[in-house]
T-cell receptor, first 112, second 111 residues
Framework: KAGVTQTPRYLIKTRGQQVTLSCSPI?????VSWYQQTPGQGLQFLFE???????NKGNFPGRFSGRQFSNSRSEMNVSTLELGDSALYLC???????????FGSGTRLTVV | GDSVTQMEGPVTLSEEACLTI???????????LFWYVQYPGEGLQLLLK?????DKGSNKGFEATYRKETTSFHLEKGSVQVSDSAVYFC??????????FGEGTQLTVNP
């Protein structure tokens, strides 16, 4: 069974640009969550989507947004990139919240 | 607010030594508890979980027991291997739709 797939694996962008990251969940999983991982702040929750609706949102500025499609694939977008947005962005999918979340390998974003 | 506190690392052990990584949490309601492991350059892998008090999660020789009275979920392994070297994260989920993580504990096992 295929795992959670995130593309691209690595990305280099310039300050002020925008970026879109993609996540394909495990087949049958309708919940997709996004996390940001940095050395200074650790793992922080961005948002969660379930059946195309944002169900929960973390404390990130409006420059961070996401969406989910009818096939459960999800994208997150960061506009007007800042140096501090450099991080590993992880996507996780879940069939049922109680059973935990399966994470992808992440997208490493570097803003220069 | 909800939080997870892990013992500070890094932790360095010799092969076959015993491992304990402490984890305590604060949460409203009755959270589910998780341990995740992250190998270099990779995402997080679910190591084990427990969903109610006194549950014991176990996997690959690792164990953790959900202790509601002490709000703890310590990770233990009786004999570590070099291949266990990784970063370990304790986490909980109360509302169900978000995981709150600890800071992570870097474990290095030397042969």
């Amino acid at each position: 069974k295929a795992g959670v797939t995130q593309t691209p694996r690595y990305l280099i962008k310039t300050r002020g640009q925008q970026v879109t990251l993609s996540c394909s969940p495990i087949s049958g999983h309708r919940s997709v969550s996004w996390y940001q991982q940095t050395p200074g702040q650790g793992l922080q929750f961005l948002f969660e989507y379930f059946s195309e609706t944002q169900r929960n949102k973390g404390n990130f500025p409006g420059r961070f947004s996401g969406r989910q499609f009818s096939n459960s694939r999800s994208e997150m977008n960061v506009s007007t990139l800042e140096l501090g947005d450099s991080a590993l962005y992880l996507c996780a999918s879940s069939r049922d919240r109680v059973y935990g979340y399966t994470f992808g390998s992440g997208t490493r974003l570097t803003v220069v | 607010g909800d939080s997870v506190t892990q013992m500070e690392g890094p932790v360095t052990l010799s092969e076959e030594a015993c491992l304990t990584i402490n984890c305590t949490y604060t949460a409203t309601g009755y959270p589910s508890l998780f341990w995740y492991v992250q190998y270099p350059g990779e995402g997080l892998q679910l190591l084990l979980k427990a969903t109610k008090a006194d549950d014991k999660g176990s996997n690959k020789g690792f164990e953790a027991t959900y202790r509601k009275e002490t709000t703890s979920f310590h990770l233990e392994k009786g004999s570590v291997q070099v291949s266990d070297s990784a970063v370990y994260f304790c986490a909980h989920s109360t509302s169900g739709s978000r995981l709150t993580f600890g800071e992570g504990t870097q474990l290095t096992v030397n042969p």
